[in-house]
């Protein structure tokens, strides 16, 4: 093999082991491909050393010096202080399995307290030429830092900090410096810059999370707000019954809630002439659920079946319908599921009384005695 094909094979190996992979699998030659492929594998293992990277690489500027490269601790060491400072992707997606993994389980001791934080190495490739090394927070800064968040309203910043013992401190300062038994502690000199690169973790502290269930509600709301029953508050809605049907096809087939799945309908007799039917929805795709209620008079208690929309409601409604007598209209074989069909009354009924015989057979009082 030529001295330039052996540079090269060596220059591709570098640009292997530095991340650049591309540039070994789009070489033309395969015979030069394959040995880079090889040898970044046997270095990877640690069965040959790094070559070093040739002085006439193409992508070496003429006349300058060689940088130097990292060696394993000191590329561990660039990617925890990159993944402290919220920048996994880059320990996620380096090639070398074993600095891959020494890095995630510094990441974890730094975290847990148990090591300190390693300073960056300086020939690390994303450190600016002659700049300083900006300081980190030490904990009890981050503590401060946290507590002036907090009682400045931002319980978000001090909420979502991965670093337990730091949220704990933190917490417990802000409720001392309200008491009034401390003072406020001082903001730390570098409060700048953590504010923008966050408190070494990689957690985004200004990132707000929707409630779940308000965007849910908004989604419905404006499109059947005329059908919602108002007077009820929690996470769960209230439709009014005489729309159902329709509402049920939609909260299935709506892209933004495709809720494919009914885990529960139950009923309860609420007192007061109202018997409710209640519905619990979970979306397998979406990963988010929804409880529906719809209210009845004891009078008249018919709500349209859904069971053609989900058909595990078959069998819901109709014991719904054998322990409350609530009429699921359109269900296509609304039957009693537990108890004979000619059974006198709803058994989960407030107003219940059990027959005092059933076809001759004494029926037993099985409330007496339930106070």
Sequence with gaps: MTQDKEKLIVELV???????????NNHEDKIVRAKAKAMIMKVKKGTVERPPMPETASDQPSGSEQPKSLTKDETVALLVNKGLDGDMDSVNNHEDKIVRAKAKAMIMKVK?????????????SDQPSGSEQPKSLTKDETV????????????????????????????????KVKKGTVDRPSMPELSNQVATDSI??????????????EKIKKVITE?????????????YIYFKPDNWLEIAKWLRSEPSLLFDSLQCQMGMDMGEDILESRYNFHSMDLNHYLEVRIRVSRSDPKIPSVEQVWRIADWFERETYDMLGIEYTGHRDLRRILLPDDW????????YQEQETY????????????D
Excluded at 112 to 124: D, I, L, N
Excluded at 344 to 351: A, F, I, M, T, Y
Aim: charged fraction near 40%.
């Design 14 to 24: 570098n640009k292997g082991l530095d991340g650049d992979m591309d540039s070994v």
């Design 112 to 124: 847990k307290g148990t090591v300190e934080r390693p300073p960056m190495p300086e020939t690390a």
């Design 144 to 175: 401060a830092l946290l507590v002036n968040k907090g009682l400045d309203g931002d319980m978000d910043s001090v909420n979502n900090h991965e670093d337990k013992i730091v949220r704990a401190k933190a917490k417990a300062m802000i409720m």
């Design 200 to 213: 070494d973790d990689n957690q985004d502290q200004t990132k707000k999370v929707e409630d779940p269930f």
């Design 223 to 235: 499109k059947y707000s005329k059908d919602i029953d108002e007077g009820k508050e929690g996470n």
């Design 344 to 351: 006198e009354g709803w058994p989960l009924r407030k107003d």
């Design 359 to 370: 076809h001759g057979i004494v029926v037993p009082k099985i409330k007496e005695g339930w």
